[in-house]
């Protein structure tokens, strides 16, 4: 699919097209689901600007993932030809290997930090929103479970690498302190 067009004119009056060729209210599920992941994707680039070189790649394959999980979105006959397991199963294996080298927590961690931990920690946000969307979304409409399993788990990846973010720079983390 080339984007040769950009003004087509065709969404003035709040109406947009599937990629299975429905027309539908740009507030339909399935738009605000493709929506908050198109949010996700940008806030992912953002977020990266000041990373380094192995984790820039590394995020720009997530960016990757996100375009396919919103195509399998605007195109439900897709389901599994573009977001695949290997790409869930490379999430754990990451997460597994971020979090050898990371202090257990005894506490919730306060956001924050270094600009790209702080940043990371707001697109791990952004893609429990959209999680949230999704979920709400399969309540009416066709949701891959594999789409939710793998914005579950790209959270929880956003989470350990803001930690591991933090912990190369010899940051301490700043805990939730629990009083009563």
Not at 9 to 27: H, I, P, Q, S
Not at 28 to 42: C, M, T
Not at 153 to 180: H, I, P, T
């Amino acid at each position: 699919m080339r984007l040769s067009d950009i003004v087509t004119r065709t969404g003035d009056k709040g109406e947009t097209g599937l990629a299975d060729g429905r027309r539908v209210l740009k507030n339909h599920p399935y738009i605000e689901a493709i929506g908050a992941v198109d949010s996700l994707n940008s806030i992912l680039g953002w977020a990266i600007v000041p990373g380094t070189d192995n984790l820039v790649d590394e995020l720009e394959k997530i960016q990757q993932d996100l375009f396919n999980l919103g195509a399998e979105l605007a195109l439900p006959s897709l389901k599994g030809q573009k977001l695949k397991q290997d790409r869930l199963d490379w999430l754990d294996m990451r997460i597994e290997k971020m979090n050898e080298n990371l202090p257990v927590l005894d506490e919730f961690i306060i956001p924050g930090g270094t600009e790209f931990s702080a940043r990371l920690h707001l697109v791990r946000t952004e893609c429990r929103y959209v999680e949230r969307i999704l979920v709400a979304v399969s309540q009416t409409e066709t949701v891959p479970e594999f789409h939710l399993s793998f914005l579950n788990r790209l959270s929880d990846y956003l989470f350990v690498l803001a930690r591991v973010v933090q912990s190369k720079v010899g940051k301490q983390e700043k805990m939730w302190q629990n009083k009563k």
